[in-house]
């Protein structure tokens, strides 16, 4: 077993303070490397050191958790222990559910009024909820691809009431949309057979600091260092705190139809890197060997989704370290203005505040999410499965590929509404005006 004092030094020399959030609100852990004892217990004596379990434990920080009885023990957050890391993921062939769904995702709309529920949208630009008595379990092939369409459409559709939702029903719809993804780095479920299944969890050991971090840099796409990142991504969340820790996302296709005309056609020229290697890091005081070596990956910096044909801002905070081909002050200065505009329309970002049960499908391709951190001691835990899609695909390889024009998602409003497009302010335009 490792000493306190040299344990607790290198934890805190290999994670970043306010990733790990290994602060001064923590206890002090003990790494028991002899794999003695089940799990770590906190204690509210702050010169008593903790003997934790790095690959048992529960929570950002090693603690108790939730206690003995509690109902979803077996999906608490689990390290395995690991001798060597997998191989790097091949690549899938992964041809769109969207692609086979009714254009107005009729059969699902159909599914759901037979059973007296509704498909009401959330805002104008993002998200809807699909409201009544309807299970997840009970959709058939078509209302699944007719699903995945509406979720490419709409950036986030939201489900309440999903208790009878089992893991394995969760899986099996999210390998209806692909291959599910194996995180690199995250815990995954106690119970030992879910390796393809992501533990979201914060509790009273948890604590962050809202000082370390700013709200728009919160803003991320999951996993987008990926070669093939994900599309439609399903979570659930098993328990919830009574009121916050709420989860925003914001629109790509929104962001893209904000920019100017020129500032479109230049982010459409270039590419980005998104990297692993950060999050990597952030996890070392708890996997030695991660799952996978982190990568690096170039991707488009507008990517159309393959079956809505739209534009959509394919970079995030999270995982995107630089521009390419363009130099380090003029990266840093779009980047940084892109992320802002993710954090700032309040037009294109939908709010959802959780109950046990609900469950959230977003399209991680064109939207970018971020849960807030209001809710501290409370328990939250989720289960997320997050299927592969396909390599991200650029406007020049859309249109060469399809034969169509890559679309904006703007403009196509205003087309189906019979309305002029706008002239993104041609200096005449009336400046702001406030409502209430
Ligand atoms: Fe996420």
């Known amino acids: 077993m490792a000493t306190a004092t040299a344990t607790t030094t290198s934890i805190l020399e290999q ?13 002090k852990p003990v790494i028991n490397d002899d794999n003695e004892h089940d799990s770590g217990h906190s204690t509210d004596n702050d010169d008593e050191v903790v003997i934790v379990d790095p690959y048992n434990y529960v929570g950002e920080t090693f603690g108790s958790g939730p206690g003995e009885n509690y109902p979803f023990a077996q999906f608490l957050p689990h390290n395995p222990d690991r001798t060597e890391s997998d191989p ?27 059973r007296g529920g509704k498909v009401k949208d959330k805002l104008i630009a993002i998200g809807t909820v699909i409201e009544g008595d309807i299970k997840l379990e009970d959709l058939g092939e078509e209302e699944k691809d007719d699903l995945a369409l509406l ?16 893991i394995e029903a969760q899986r099996d719809l999210g390998r209806h949309f692909g291959p599910l993804h194996k995180h690199a780095t995250y815990a995954t479920p106690k119970r030992g057979d879910l390796d393809d299944v992501v533990v979201v969890y914060a509790d009273h050991n948890s604590r962050p600091d809202p000082f370390a971090f700013t709200r728009a ?4 796409s999951d996993v987008t260092y990926e070669v093939q ?15 916050g820790n709420d989860t925003l996302w914001s629109s790509g296709y929104a962001v893209y139809s904000s920019l100017s005309r020129p500032m ?23 996997s030695k060997i991660p799952r996978r070596q982190p990568i690096e990956t170039v991707h488009p910096v507008i990517r159309v989704h393959p079956v809505t044909g739209l534009k959509s801002v394919f970079v995030n905070p999270g995982f995107v370290t630089r521009l390419i081909g363009v130099p380090k002050a003029e990266s840093e200065l779009i980047l940084n203005f892109l992320k802002d505009a993710f954090a700032q329309q309040t ?54 590929q399809t034969g169509q024009k890559a ?6 409003r205003h087309k189906s509404l019979g309305i002029k497009p706008i002239n993104r302010d041609d200096g005449k335009t009336k400046k702001r005006a406030f409502r209430d």
């Open 88 to 114: 790097v993921l091949p690549h899938f062939d992964i041809q769109d559910r969207g692609l086979k769904a009714h254009p107005n995702a009729a059969r699902l709309r159909a599914f759901v009024e037979a």
């Open 217 to 220: 840099e919160l803003f991320h």
């Open 264 to 286: 479109q056609i230049y982010l459409e020229s270039l590419t980005a890197i998104h990297s692993g290697f950060d999050q990597a890091a952030s996890r070392t005081g708890i």
């Open 347 to 400: 037009d294109a970002t939908v709010r959802w505040s959780w109950q046990s049960g609900d469950v959230a499908i977003w399209d991680n391709r064109i939207v970018n999410h971020s849960a807030t951190f209001d809710a501290y001691p409370s328990l939250r835990h989720g289960l997320r499965v997050t299927p592969h899609a396909e390599t991200p695909i650029s406007v020049e390889e859309y249109e060469a």
């Open 15 to 27: 994670v970043p303070i306010g990733t790990l959030k290994l602060n001064g609100h923590a206890k």
């Open 151 to 166: 979720v490419a459409q709409r950036g986030v559709v939201f489900f309440r009431n999903q208790h009878s939702l089992t």
């Open 407 to 412: 679309k904006d998602w703007l403009e196509e």
């Open 229 to 243: 990142p994900p599309g439609t991504t399903i979570l659930r969340l098993l328990t919830t705190p009574e009121v």
